[in-house]
């Protein structure tokens, strides 16, 4: 059997791929990092021939009675890890998922569960910012949950005022917080917002970060403040989701969803028979191979290479920022954040670099740039030299 596409295809595909790869460094208002180092990985699946076999995760990753061809051990592995970051100390379950939004999805579903099974004739209202990432908002639409949108301050923090305002006090609230809003790269007032649940009061409360990009990074910085952020012990969250494919740098969708234990005994589905039993997840097959990478970079670079590329990502943040400050561009950034957004420079050099674009009332146009692990002092030289060259007329 002939496993290699005709030459007529065999072109379009190296094209494309020539075509890809000389542009790698020009994605830069979407947080990808595009020096992910999986070639030593994707040599291992050719030299072991696991490449060419399916490998498939079905449910809960901890499972002990299970017949088919599985990475759950790495799976479990990865997430123990992560969630020793974020400060679970054995009392955590979690997945590998297909990317945030899965991610966002199992919290959300999860959130409506636990709420449900602490007020059941009550339904709850799904809070979250206007400036979180879309999907919250669809999810909520999705499991047809009412949603409030509230209010963000000018740099992109939830309003916490609005939230007070919005919050009812006779219905379980499910508070869905940005640790890194999408555009403009802000963290969410997590001991704010609990001082208004407490005064407040709501008769069940539920937690879930959306922390896709942040979550890779904030835990690994040498700045105890910033690691308290997604500490649970500290923050008292329920659940975090976290993409695979951004800091982590998995080069497709994936990503990792940790909840505390407590929430998963609290979602009860029917048991399916020819699954042993029941099925936590909502998808039910789930990528073995990424479990497989995700395992891979954690034991290939380890915590220390994690931290370094937490730190220099932040580094070149700074760097560039100042870079644009210097060069007369307006510019600003959060703290923690690796996102700068600034004036929206010529279409050109939009395309060019494929930045991200937005209008708001307090900066007028703006583009951003999520600064990642390939960013050097040169890359971030040519795209200030680009931006302030090119000020949109």
């Given at each position: 059997?002939n496993?290699?596409?005709?030459?007529?295809?065999?072109?379009?595909?190296?094209?494309?791929?020539k075509?890809i790869?000389a542009?790698k460094?020009n994605?830069?208002?979407?947080?990808?990092?595009?020096?992910?180092?999986l070639?030593?990985?994707?040599r291992?699946l050719a030299?072991?021939?696991?490449g060419?076999?399916?490998l498939?995760?079905v449910?809960?990753?901890y499972k002990?009675?299970?017949?088919?061809?599985?990475s759950?051990y790495?799976?479990a592995n990865?997430?123990d890890?992560?969630a020793?970051a974020?400060?679970?100390?054995?009392n955590h379950?979690?997945v590998i998922?297909?990317?945030?939004?899965?991610?966002?999805?199992?919290?959300?579903?999860f959130g409506?569960k636990?709420?449900?099974q602490?007020?059941?004739?009550?339904e709850p209202?799904?809070?979250?910012?206007?400036?979180?990432?879309y999907?919250?908002?669809?999810?909520?639409d999705i499991?047809n949950?009412?949603?409030?949108?509230?209010?963000?301050?000018?740099?992109g923090?939830?309003d916490?005022?609005?939230?007070a305002?919005?919050?009812?006090?006779?219905?379980?609230?499910?508070?869905a917080?940005a640790i890194?809003?999408?555009?403009?790269?802000?963290i969410?007032n997590q001991?704010?917002?609990d001082?208004?649940?407490?005064?407040?009061?709501?008769?069940?409360?539920?937690?879930h970060?959306?922390?896709?990009?942040?979550?890779?990074?904030?835990?690994?910085?040498?700045?105890?403040?910033?690691?308290e952020?997604?500490?649970v012990?500290k923050m008292?969250?329920d659940s975090?989701a976290?993409?695979g494919h951004k800091?982590l740098s998995?080069?497709?969708p994936?990503?990792v969803?940790?909840c505390?234990?407590?929430?998963l005994?609290s979602?009860?589905s029917?048991?399916?028979?020819?699954?042993k039993?029941v099925?936590?997840?909502?998808?039910?097959?789930?990528?073995?191979?990424?479990?497989?990478k995700?395992?891979w970079?954690?034991?290939?670079?380890?915590?220390d290479?994690?931290?370094?590329q937490?730190?220099h990502?932040?580094?070149m943040t700074?760097?560039?920022?100042?870079k644009?400050?210097e060069?007369?561009?307006?510019?600003?950034?959060n703290q923690?954040?690796?996102?700068?957004?600034?004036?929206?420079?010529?279409e050109k050099i939009?395309?060019?670099y494929?930045?991200?674009?937005?209008?708001?009332a307090?900066?007028?146009?703006l583009?951003?740039?999520v600064?990642?692990?390939y960013?050097?002092?040169?890359?971030?030289?040519?795209?200030?030299?680009?931006?302030?060259?090119?000020?949109l007329k």
């Amino acid at each position: 059997m002939n496993n290699i596409p005709n030459q007529t295809a065999m072109q379009k595909l190296n094209e494309a791929a020539k075509d890809i790869v000389a542009h790698k460094f020009n994605q830069l208002g979407y947080p990808f990092n595009q020096d992910t180092g999986l070639s030593e990985f994707y040599r291992w699946l050719a030299d072991t021939k696991l490449g060419d076999i399916t490998l498939i995760n079905v449910g809960d990753p901890y499972k002990t009675d299970w017949d088919m061809l599985n990475s759950d051990y790495f799976e479990a592995n990865v997430i123990d890890f992560f969630a020793k970051a974020y400060g679970f100390e054995n009392n955590h379950w979690g997945v590998i998922s297909n990317g945030g939004t899965d991610g966002n999805m199992h919290g959300i579903y999860f959130g409506r569960k636990a709420l449900a099974q602490a007020c059941p004739d009550l339904e709850p209202i799904l809070y979250v910012s206007e400036e979180a990432h879309y999907s919250v908002k669809k999810l909520g639409d999705i499991q047809n949950i009412e949603t409030r949108t509230i209010k963000a301050h000018k740099m992109g923090q939830m309003d916490i005022t609005d939230f007070a305002e919005k919050l009812d006090a006779t219905r379980p609230a499910l508070v869905a917080i940005a640790i890194g809003g999408t555009f403009k790269g802000a963290i969410d007032n997590q001991q704010a917002i609990d001082e208004v649940l407490k005064a407040k009061n709501p008769p069940a409360v539920y937690r879930h970060l959306d922390v896709a990009l942040f979550g890779g990074y904030l835990p690994f910085l040498n700045n105890s403040s910033a690691r308290e952020i997604l500490d649970v012990k500290k923050m008292d969250f329920d659940s975090l989701a976290v993409s695979g494919h951004k800091f982590l740098s998995l080069n497709e969708p994936a990503g990792v969803f940790v909840c505390k234990r407590s929430v998963l005994d609290s979602v009860h589905s029917n048991p399916i028979p020819y699954l042993k039993g029941v099925i936590p997840t909502i998808s039910c097959s789930r990528s073995g191979f990424d479990a497989l990478k995700l395992y891979w970079r954690i034991n290939s670079i380890g915590k220390d290479g994690l931290c370094k590329q937490a730190e220099h990502c932040l580094e070149m943040t700074d760097v560039m920022l100042a870079k644009l400050h210097e060069r007369g561009v307006k510019a600003w950034k959060n703290q923690y954040s690796n996102t700068i957004f600034f004036e929206r420079p010529a279409e050109k050099i939009v395309k060019k670099y494929a930045f991200a674009c937005n209008s708001y009332a307090d900066f007028g146009e703006l583009s951003h740039v999520v600064v990642m692990q390939y960013f050097t002092p040169e890359l971030i030289e040519n795209i200030v030299n680009d931006i302030s060259e090119n000020k949109l007329k």
